[in-house]
């Protein structure tokens, strides 16, 4: 079992920037693969940026790609989220999630057995 907490999420202006943290409990975090997705009201969660147990390899959408970072600290069971150049359509509440068996459809949903509870991250124009 893993818990999951993310923190870091506010509002800000566009073209400005947040890091948004997600702590996770279990001395197991470092083999799971871990994502973000994010989810504006009335729409579908999406998925945003996704890295490997060891954060060999890092994967994002294309809508975020050169602009969002994800990384991790295994030895402070944290990930990490570094958004730069923010735009209004960033906003959305936004998901770290855990995937103990590190599949390759690290953009679905499904793939995820673990969530956090979500922050929101708002961004004004």
């Known amino acids: 079992q893993v818990q999951l907490v993310e923190s870091g999420g506010g509002l800000v202006q566009a073209g400005g920037s947040l890091r948004l943290s997600c702590a996770a409990s279990?001395?197991?975090?470092?083999?799971?693969?871990m994502g973000w997705f994010r989810q504006a009201p009335g729409q579908e969660r999406e998925f945003v940026a996704a890295?490997?147990?060891?954060?060999?390899?890092?994967y994002y959408a294309d809508s975020v790609k050169g602009r969002f970072t994800i990384s991790r600290d295994n030895a402070k069971n944290t990930v990490y989220l570094q958004m730069n150049s923010l735009k209004p359509e960033d906003t959305a509440v936004y998901y770290c999630?855990?995937?103990?068996?590190?599949?390759?459809?690290?953009?679905?949903?499904?793939?995820?057995?673990?969530w956090g509870q979500g922050t929101q991250v708002t961004v004004s124009s």
């Open positions: 279990g001395r197991t975090f470092s083999m799971y693969a």
């Open positions: 999630a855990a995937d103990p068996y590190g599949s390759s459809w690290y953009w679905e949903v499904r793939t995820y057995d673990y």
């Open positions: 890295i490997r147990w060891n954060g060999g390899s890092t």
